[in-house]
C-alpha cells in the first residue's frame, strides 16, 4: 500500500509495522504538511457485524480524552475496504522493545512509568472510555521518558476479546479474566493490564508466560499470581503488594486509578 493516497490527505511512504489486526505506516498528511500515523485495519475485521457503528462511537468518544500520555487522534474513517485512523507521530521505543532489550527495569523507572499510565487511564476513564488492549506493544515511551498510549478503543469497536478467545489476535499476557466472558466493563480492566505489565517490567517476565492462549486465559482465570519479589527479591516493600492488588480477579477487588496512582506516588516517595 505504500504509495496510496488515502481520502486524498495522507499518502503513505512506509510501513512500520504489522500484526493480526492491522497495518501501521508513516504517511504525509498533505494538507498539514506534516508526518503523522495511520493504521489501516484489516478488511476481513471490518466486515464483521456492527464494526462501523462501533468504530465511529469509540472514535468520536476518544476524541473527546484530554491526555499527554495518550496519543492524539487525527482523524478516522472507512476508505477501500478498510477503516484508518490517523493520529500524531511520536518518536520513541515501545515498551515492548524496551523490555526485549533492558528488562527487568530498575523498580523506580517502572513505577515511573505506571504512573503516567495510570494518568491515562483516568483522563480516558472520565470520559467513558476503556482500552481493553493495554500491552508493552501499545505503548510508546519518548526520548524524554514520557509515555505515549496507543490504539485506544480499537478493542471496543473490534471485539478483542471474543478475537483473544478464539486465538486470532495474538496471546493474551495482559488480558482481564472476565473479559473472555464479559466483554469491556471498565477501567479496572486496564488495571488489570497495566499490573500484568508493571509485573514484567520489574522481574523480565510475564505473570503466566506460555504459547497456547486458550492455556493462558485459563491460568489467569483460575492460578494464583506469582509473587513479584519471589523472582526479584531487591524489589521494595510495598510493589509485591501493589501489583497483587492489580491484578486481582475480582474486578471489585482490584484498584481505581486514583487510588493506584497515590499509592505508586508513596513507594515514588
Known amino acids: 500500500m505504500?504509495?496510496?493516497?488515502?481520502?486524498?490527505?495522507y499518502r503513505l511512504v512506509e510501513r512500520v509495522g504489522r500484526n493480526l489486526l492491522s497495518e501501521v505506516y508513516l504517511a504525509q498528511d498533505m494538507p498539514g504538511n506534516r508526518l503523522v500515523t495511520v493504521k489501516m485495519i484489516h478488511p476481513e475485521l471490518v466486515e464483521k457485524q456492527d464494526f462501523s457503528q462501533s468504530f465511529r462511537r469509540s472514535a468520536r468518544l476518544l476524541g473527546k480524552v484530554v491526555s499527554p500520555y495518550i496519543v492524539r487522534l487525527l482523524d478516522f474513517g472507512e476508505e477501500s475496504g478498510y477503516a484508518f485512523v490517523v493520529h500524531e507521530c511520536v518518536l520513541g521505543l515501545t515498551l515492548e522493545q524496551?523490555?526485549?532489550?533492558?528488562?527487568?527495569?530498575?523498580?523506580?523507572?517502572?513505577?515511573l512509568l505506571a504512573r503516567q499510565i495510570v494518568q491515562a487511564l483516568a483522563d480516558a476513564s472520565a470520559v467513558g472510555m476503556v482500552h481493553g488492549d493495554l500491552r508493552p506493544a501499545n505503548l510508546v515511551v519518548t526520548a524524554g521518558q514520557v509515555v505515549k498510549i496507543l490504539d485506544f478503543g480499537l478493542a471496543i469497536a473490534l471485539d478483542l476479546p471474543h478475537l483473544m478467545a478464539t486465538g486470532r489476535a495474538g496471546l493474551p499476557y495482559y488480558l482481564a479474566p472476565e473479559l473472555p466472558d464479559r466483554g469491556l466493563s471498565d477501567v479496572r480492566v486496564d488495571v488489570y493490564a497495566l499490573g500484568a505489565m508493571l509485573f514484567e517490567m520489574v522481574t523480565g517476565q510475564v505473570p503466566f508466560p506460555g504459547d497456547d492462549a486458550t492455556e493462558i486465559m485459563q491460568w489467569h482465570r483460575r492460578e494464583r499470581i506469582p509473587m513479584a519479589r519471589r523472582l526479584n527479591a531487591d524489589l521494595p516493600d510495598g510493589l509485591d503488594k501493589l501489583i497483587a492488588d492489580c491484578l486481582a480477579k475480582e474486578p471489585a477487588a482490584r484498584y481505581l486509578p486514583l487510588t493506584l496512582s497515590r499509592d505508586i506516588a508513596t513507594l515514588l516517595e
Open 98 to 111: 524496551i523490555l526485549m532489550n533492558d528488562a527487568p527495569l530498575e523498580s523506580r523507572r517502572a513505577l
Open 2 to 9: 505504500i504509495g496510496t493516497t488515502i481520502q486524498g490527505k
